[in-house]
């Protein structure tokens, strides 16, 4: 049975689906297709990780950020920079803060 994917994977994933005697297809994406293909697969992995929380999921999810800035080409210094600057000014999410509404006074 044939199933389709359609979707970013680890480098190695179509080897290991040789290795364990199945065939696949897959290709090398362009620059201009692996961007949109990360912003995806983030998506599905933050889906996955709402579902069944596990270190295993957050561990993809860290590989796939370190992927992003490297795609994307951010600097990781900056992004370490922005982080201690949004600490900084907005605060963290330690304290558990959950806003339920602003009202304008209007």
């Known amino acids: 049975m044939k ?3 359609n979707k970013i994977v680890r480098d190695k ?3 290991i689906i040789k290795d364990s005697g199945r065939t696949c297809e897959y290709k090398i994406l362009g620059e201009s297709e692996v961007r949109d293909a990360l912003k995806e697969k983030l ?3 933050a889906q996955i ?3 069944r929380p596990s270190e ?3 561990s993809d999810i860290y590989e796939l950020l370190d992927t992003i800035v490297e795609t ?3 600097e990781p210094l900056h992004i370490d920079y922005l982080k201690i600057q949004n600490k900084e ?3 963290t999410y330690s304290e558990k803060v959950f806003l339920i509404s602003v ?3 209007q």
């Open 3 to 5: 199933v389709e994917y």
């Open 13 to 15: 994933i179509p080897k």
């Open 43 to 45: 998506l599905e992995k």
């Open 49 to 51: 990780f709402l579902k």
């Open 56 to 58: 295993d999921e957050l």
């Open 72 to 74: 994307f080409e951010y």
């Open 89 to 91: 000014t907005k605060g």
């Open 103 to 105: 009202d304008d006074g």
